[in-house]
């Protein structure tokens, strides 16, 4: 089943070109189901290929999705035009009285600042507190994952001696978990962080799970024990040439930057990148919207109960 998006959403033409499944509004409204809702808070600063990435893999799945795009208000996006903002985002503050079957919050290049020193940052607390009541399931992706697990269980992130980056193996700590059904003994992942979390700090936490790990990357997915949170610390959702063009701009600007590891045959960037992540962020992100959305969100969702394991 499709993804329902604008046509003037600059997505649609790069999806529709990929033959992602998408629907219009009037042929969604001639459909006698109830899509899903799914908001999309947007914290990345390539807002369009973050977009572009996410409707990808949402439209990978035989579910209807409507996606609301969020952006905060209390923070002047300078690489997304205005325009592009007003007519395909709402804020926050616009939705806080509505209630969604899902929530995917991005990661954000501000990884190296503490929490409180993000510009935005009681906005996105507002969100998440929010969230524990208007949204069934929550998805947290990169630094929106650590701000996440911060918010709701004081779980600190740490700074790494160099930056993790490039595409690492990860292996299952539990299988018997639905979001990780399908699951490969190992599956590759992208990482762009400079900051991480402590293995020790989600196991002392009980109302967490310590789904999936890495050897070089450390954790990777986390799971809150009422299955309505999931944390994935790494960026399945990238395309190709994502870390590609992060490693080109940072080498363009004569920033210190290591060759992105397992990414470049050989570790030569004048070679094409390998894909080895595909699968696994399909799964995923199918996985999340069936078993941990789709099969357990209520119907009416005036009727969504408070998060079990919220503080």
């Avoid at 490969?184 to 967490?208: K, Q, Y």
């Avoid at 940072?250 to 992540?277: C, E, H, M, S, T």
């Avoid at 962020?281 to 789709?294: E, G, R």
Wanted: charged share 20%; proline share 7%; net charge negative.
């Amino acid at each position: 089943m499709p993804v329902k998006v604008p046509e003037s959403l600059p997505a649609r033409s790069i999806l529709d070109a990929e033959n992602v499944f998408l629907i219009d509004e009037q042929r969604a409204l001639h459909q006698d189901i109830r899509p899903l809702r799914i908001a999309i808070l947007n914290l990345m600063p390539t807002k369009i290929a973050t977009e572009t990435q996410l409707l990808r893999l949402l439209g990978n799945t035989p579910l209807q999705v409507e996606v609301t795009l969020l952006h905060t208000a209390s923070h002047d996006s300078k690489n997304t035009s205005s325009e592009h903002l007003l007519q395909h985002y709402v804020s926050f503050q616009e939705v806080r009285n509505q209630s969604f079957d899902g929530l995917i919050v991005t990661g954000a290049p501000v990884e190296q600042m503490a929490f409180e020193d993000v510009d935005y940052w009681p906005e996105l607390t507002d969100l998440l507190d929010w969230a524990r009541t208007n949204v069934f399931a929550s998805l947290f992706i990169c630094w929106g994952a650590q701000a996440a697990l911060y918010r709701y269980y004081g779980i600190q992130k740490h700074a790494l001696a160099e930056k993790m980056f490039g595409i690492f193996p990860h292996r299952l700590n539990v299988r018997h978990e639905r979001i990780v059904q399908g699951f490969d003994d190992e599956f590759f992942a992208p990482h762009s962080r400079h900051t991480g979390i402590s293995r020790e700090d989600i196991l002392a936490e009980p109302r967490l799970l310590l789904l999936s790990e890495s050897d070089e990357a450390g954790v990777y997915m986390v799971q809150s024990t009422d299955h309505r949170q999931v944390f994935v610390t790494g960026h399945s959702e990238y395309d190709p040439c994502t870390l590609q063009g992060e490693y080109t701009r940072d080498v363009d600007k004569g920033l210190p930057i290591a060759v992105p590891r397992n990414y470049f045959p050989g570790d030569d960037p004048a070679q094409p990148p390998r894909v080895r992540w595909r699968g696994h962020a399909n799964l995923l992100f199918s996985n999340w919207l069936n078993y941990c959305v789709y099969q357990e969100t209520p119907y009416e969702l005036g009727g969504i109960p408070a998060e079990g394991n919220a503080p």
